[in-house]
């Protein structure tokens, strides 16, 4: 099972990135799917998450409340996160992941399969 993440890059404070994570099969059926983001001597850290029912249910964690949406497009079996008004703070190594289970959304442990993650930088 493969994730595939892809559209980081640079961007000025203020601006505006989007990050897609494709799935390789049917991972994409997934309880759910998730953001994280580890940036230089911390901890990697919950993002964004999103069920694969109940319409697609997202959570966010506070500090990108209001600026990041995940969303997800079955068709493609790709997972979005629009992120906007990037901030410096936010710079880090995004990655992708998935699970087929509930529990421990907004932790490492709730997810079985991980992709190999996008570089965000943000300049202030």
């Known amino acids: 099972v493969l994730l595939q993440a892809c559209g980081g890059g640079l961007v000025q404070a203020g601006g505006y990135l989007r990050l897609s994570c494709t799935a390789s099969?049917?991972?994409?059926?997934?309880?759910?799917m998730g953001w994280f983001r580890q940036a230089p001597g911390k901890e990697r850290e919950f993002v964004a998450a999103i069920w694969s029912f109940d319409g697609g249910s997202t959570d966010y964690a506070d500090s990108v409340k209001g600026r990041f949406t995940i969303s997800r497009d079955s068709a493609k079996n790709t997972v979005y996160l629009q992120m906007n008004s990037l901030k410096p703070e936010d710079t880090a190594v995004y990655y992708c992941?998935?699970?087929?289970?509930?529990?421990?959304?907004?932790?490492?442990?709730?997810?079985?399969?991980w992709g190999q993650g996008t570089q965000v930088t943000v300049s202030s």
């Open positions: 099969r049917r991972t994409f059926t997934s309880y759910k």
């Open positions: 992941a998935a699970a087929g289970r509930s529990g421990y959304f907004s932790e490492s442990r709730g997810y079985d399969y």
